[in-house]
């Protein structure tokens, strides 16, 4: 049976268990949320140790992983079994007979991480089929998607978040959904008020300064203001550690790469701006840059690589961090 992250999350709360879970996809924080989930709160913890199976494919053969699953529990309701980086095994037909006929009594599950299961085989034909199996697929989470997603995921723990604490947590987190979730899960043990987040929650209890930041540096580049981002580049110098130099590159050739596409993209500003996931007020934070820039977004691009290569120790002799971060900020303001 075909089900999405939400309904598995919804039947697993609810104790209603799937005797197989084949969870395959490119974003992994879907796949070990779900097999994390089972493995601490299916059994309990006396039940563990004799009815908890956890390997890997490379270490794996179908054979004996059919052979656990078809053995009964001890002294526990369930005997579960937990099969991660399973897409290092090459043949998954060979557990079709198990996936039309599985144990009611094993939870077996097949972590299967940044792969597809062809659809023409046997196996996923069983999955797809038997109501004893579970079978999901996790797309891909895109840039303009993860603030909608941060958006659930906090009113899933009675909390909401301002856009610009949003902005905020991807710029210096990126798209990487295990680490924005675990900074979230920290946010909400420690504000258990119903509230919503905001740019001082985020300083405070996640380290990421309000006023310099990544974020604000855009800005202060888009209506080149100077002082700011003398400001801004003497904080990231002084807290290296927090502000390296790549962070930097790839944010700003984030935002310089999405203002080239506003500029050049042939259509309206509000639509160019909808297809790549910026709401109306994201939107104004671009609009200094595209007249401040205008026509010379493909030279700032060049620069950022430039200074990204140069970070890596290609084309320079060991400059520090900090200096290279403020030749890239001078050379981007004069352009």
Request: glycine share 4%.
């Amino acid at each position: 049976m075909i089900k999405n992250f939400e309904q598995i999350q919804q039947d697993l709360k609810s104790k209603q268990y799937d005797a197989v879970y084949f969870l395959v996809g490119q974003e992994p924080f879907f796949i070990d949320s779900i097999s994390d989930y089972i493995a601490e709160n299916v059994l309990e913890e006396s039940e563990k140790s004799f009815n908890l199976t956890i390997t890997y494919g490379k270490e794996s053969n179908p054979a004996d992983i059919i052979e656990n699953a078809l053995r009964f529990p001890m002294m526990s309701e369930y005997n579960v079994i937990i099969l991660k980086e399973a897409q290092d095994f090459k043949k998954f037909d060979d557990f079709t007979p198990y996936f039309l006929n599985p144990n009611e009594k094993s939870i077996v599950v097949f972590c299967c991480k940044y792969m597809k299961l062809d659809k023409r085989t046997a196996a996923y034909k069983a999955l797809k089929d038997s109501k004893g199996c579970c079978f999901m697929e996790s797309g891909r989470v895109y840039e303009n998607q993860i603030a909608p997603w941060i958006d659930k995921y906090l009113a899933g723990k009675g909390l909401k978040i301002t856009n610009k604490a949003s902005v905020l947590l991807i710029e210096y987190l990126g798209s990487n959904l295990s680490k924005i979730a675990n900074e979230l899960d920290k946010l909400a043990l420690i504000i258990k008020e119903a509230r919503t987040i905001d740019l001082d929650d985020i300083e405070y209890h996640i380290g990421i300064s309000k006023d310099y930041n990544i974020f604000e540096l855009q800005n202060a580049l888009g209506v080149k203001n100077s002082d700011k981002v003398a400001k801004i580049c003497r904080y990231f110098a002084a807290n290296i550690k927090n502000n390296p130099i790549y962070m930097t590159t790839g944010a700003l050739f984030n935002f310089f790469s999405k203002c080239y596409v506003l500029e050049n993209n042939g259509k309206s500003l509000k639509e160019t701006a909808n297809a790549l996931g910026l709401n109306d007020w994201q939107l104004r934070s671009y609009q200094p840059a595209l007249k401040n820039y205008k026509g010379r977004f493909g030279k700032v691009l060049a620069i950022i690589q430039e200074y990204d290569l140069r970070s890596k120790g290609i084309n320079d002799r060991g400059t520090e961090q900090a200096e290279l971060t403020k030749e890239l900020l001078f050379k981007i303001l004069m352009t």
